[in-house]
């Protein structure tokens, strides 16, 4: 029997991915700036920070609009990253590995209708549908910082719902210590899913619920003034900011209240190199590669990772 043994990030992409894939990455890549040569030119200084990318990518150009007033609390020192970026370099395995790839892929995607069900240690479960949710949830926009455990990182102007509205909404029990929360099982929409069959579907994650009831903790459904496009997550994922971002789960489909540490994804597809916590710290490098530093993707610049993400006056009272 054939064994396909999973992969995590580390593996260098020449070696994972199909010659005729990698290539048009590389070629995605050298356009965005996030090549040598555009690492260069920040380097030098040169002042000129170019939109790296050429066109829209797909699934952005007909989305309702979404209006929500910016919360100021949340500040990032740092400018909006560009929607082209965000929204067509994407870790989304359940359609591609290859991030310029995920946006066309998951472009016809059915997002909607999309039932929500929550259940578990909850005095009632529950189906609804996610607008129907929506629609009772107090939206605002928050800009945050995304850090990929890879080391990119961007900033996205988000609008969502706090997840501690959500919890309070959903009546969990006082048995519920942890939540968990799960995305779609589609391999007939989700061409990854078909693909890469080894992996665990569907994607999972979980949170303390001291963490999920935690202020910074988002329910996103928009991004940059619309609804959130099929590649950032449609039509609900989460975001919390001071994780590495595998912990910002898209498209979820279920929420569970539970007594026990729920497992998640990437923990358990490489337990040595991916926990629970997964909370961004400079201090202690991935057993493969050294997170002191991340590479803002806008200018290929390589700045310093902060404790936290940059939001340890938030959080870092959860982990005395
Ligand atoms: N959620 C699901 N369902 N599937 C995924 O592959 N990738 C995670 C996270 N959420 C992922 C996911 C990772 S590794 C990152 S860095 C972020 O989504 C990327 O979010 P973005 O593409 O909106 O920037």
Redo the contacts with the bound molecule.
Sequence with gaps: MLIRVPRG?ETPEREATPEEVYRSRRRFLQGAGVGMAGFGLAALGLGRVLDPFAADPPGIANLPALAAARNPKYKVERPVTSERI??G??????FSTD?GE?ARLAERFRSRPWEIEVRGEVEKPRRLDVDELIRQMPLEERVYR?????AWS?V?PWIGFPLAKFVEWARPKSSARYLRMV??NRPGEAV?QRTQPWYPW??Y?GLRMAEATNELALLVVGSYGHRLPN???APL??IVPWK?????????VRFEFTREQPKN??NVVAPEEYDFYANVNPAVPHPRWSQATEKDVATGRRLPTQPYNGYAEFVSHLYR
């Design positions: 990030w965000v929204a370099f994407n870790n989304f395995y359940e991030k995920v995304l850090r990929c455990v890879e961007v996205v995305s779609f990854g569907p994607y994650e590649q950032n997550g994922r989460l590495y971002g595998f912990k910002s789960i898209k498209s979820i994804f990437w």
